[in-house]
Nanobody, 125 residues
Framework: QVQLVESGGGLVQAGGSLRLSCEAS????????MGWFRQAPGKEREFVAA????????YYADSVKGRFTISRDNAKNTMYLEMNSLKPEDTAAYYC??????????????????WGQGTQVTVSS
């Protein structure tokens, strides 16, 4: 059974930092792009960041560029999201995802076919 399990969410003050982890089991995703998405209450799930299999190519939403860093350790089948200078508007459930479908945009959530259960990040002002 394929699973993506996020961890590392929590409550933090504005300006603080958190590090999210996403551990995959059941299969390896080292050859595929993986990404982070987030969903705030009443809003659609939105793209945050993506990383390609070698870990060299990364993409970020404009809203997090310069503050968040995505990385992966293929040997551990784990992906990370380092979040710094957090703002109240970063409050959301954060989901990791893997895309084994060829082609398409890296920020298109409908092309990601494996998803974790989400971890809540709350940033207080």
């Amino acid at each position: 059974q394929v699973q993506l399990v996020e961890s590392g969410g929590g409550l933090v003050q504005a300006g603080g930092s958190l590090r999210l982890s996403c551990e995959a089991s059941g299969r390896t995703f080292s050859n595929y792009p993986m990404g982070w998405f987030r969903q705030a209450p009443g809003k659609e799930r939105e793209f945050v960041a993506a990383i390609f299999w070698r870990g060299v190519t990364t993409y970020y939403a404009d809203s997090v560029k310069g503050r968040f860093t995505i990385s992966r350790d293929n040997a551990k089948n784990t992906m990370y999201l380092e979040m710094n200078s957090l703002k109240p508007e970063d409050t959301a459930a954060y989901y990791c995802a893997a895309k084994t479908v060829d082609g398409g945009r890296y920020d298109a959530r409908n092309l990601y076919n494996y998803w974790g259960q989400g971890t809540q990040v709350t940033v207080s002002s």
